[in-house]
Structures are given as C-alpha cells and as structure tokens.
C-alpha cells in the first residue's frame, strides 16, 4: 500500500472552540494557534492522503461567526480540494447535511462501515454507539479517555482517533493495522 493511497482518520479538531483548549489542557495560546497548529500537523501527516474521514466535531461549543464559510476554509487548507473527505457526524456538528456538502465534504452520515485491510470496521463519533459483537471500530467524542479499548468477552476494538491522543494528528490506515496487530483482536 502506497502512501498515496492511504486513507486517513481524525476527529474532534473543534476548530475556533476556546472551550476545549481548558477542557482538554490543550497545549495552544489560543484558538487561532490552535487552529494552526492542527492544520499544520494534519498536512504534514496526510498531504498524499487518498481520502480522510474526520468523526465528528470539526468545531464546538464556540462557534465562528460563519460557520460554512469557516468550514469551507478549513477543508480547503486540509486539502478537500484534491481528495475526498468524509464527515461522521459528531455531537457538536450543527449544521445542515447540505450545508457540510456545501462547505467541501464528500459525504456526511452519522455511521458508516468500511474495510481496512481484511477488517471490516464501524466508523462512528460516539463509541457508546452499540458496537456488535466482533467489531473493530474508530470512534471519537471522548478526547483523552482512552487510546484503545478492548472488551474480549464481546471481541470488540474501539480505537480513538482524536486528536488529544494522537498527538493532534491524523492516523492512518496502516496505523490502524497496526494498532489492530499489537491487540488481542480477531476478527
């Protein structure tokens, strides 16, 4: 697998959220060095990305004053442009569909499945969704809670790709093989 074929997975950027930088002892002045710094951390990590998802919360509790247009300037310099990116919808994500389509995202939903490697895996904000049996889900919504959580009585991987504990950056799918490698899960 090429490099400029991977995808990529992040969550909970909460762009221009002054808020989350005390709730998660972010390490930022400010929300604009905030927004910066994931942005810069995000292209050195997934310029080549073939495709991005990003679970959910792109902004928080605070709001900027033109949310579409300051989505749309996000997207643009992560690069939405010349690959698709993807939105699972988090709890903090308050605009239309049509809006987040609008702004440069390739689709929005609020649960998808897709494969990675041989994987078939749930892709979801919240991980208190139901996660069946024998399931190996990306989650986000819950910052610094855990990295990854195994529950071998269900067989079940929950791996959090929010930016807290992942250095503020986006994994990959060869990290998520990774991660999958050094667990006790099978699917």
Not at 130 to 148: D, M, S, V, W, Y
């Amino acid at each position: 697998m090429g490099c400029a074929r991977l995808r990529f997975f992040t969550s909970d950027q909460h762009f221009f959220d002054c808020d989350i930088m005390d709730y998660c002892d972010r390490p930022y002045e400010d929300a604009s060095a905030m927004n910066e710094g994931i942005i810069s951390r995000f292209n050195d990590v997934a310029r080549d990305a073939s495709e991005v998802y990003m679970l959910g919360d792109i902004f928080g509790t605070s709001q900027p004053d033109s949310p579409l247009e300051a989505c749309r300037g996000v997207l643009e310099r992560l690069g939405a442009r010349e690959r698709p990116f993807h939105l699972i919808a988090g709890n903090h994500d308050n605009m239309t569909r049509e809006e987040y389509l609008e702004a440069g995202f390739a689709s929005v939903k609020h649960l998808d499945f897709i494969k990675i490697g041989d994987y078939d895996v749930m892709l979801t904000h919240d991980p208190c969704m139901i996660q069946p049996k024998n399931t190996l889900a990306l989650c986000g919504h819950i910052h610094t809670l855990f990295r990854e959580n195994w529950q071998p009585e269900r067989n079940t991987l929950a791996i959090n790709v929010c930016v807290e504990v992942r250095d503020y950056k986006p994994v990959s799918e060869r990290d998520i093989l990774d991660i999958v490698a050094r667990s006790d899960y099978r699917r």
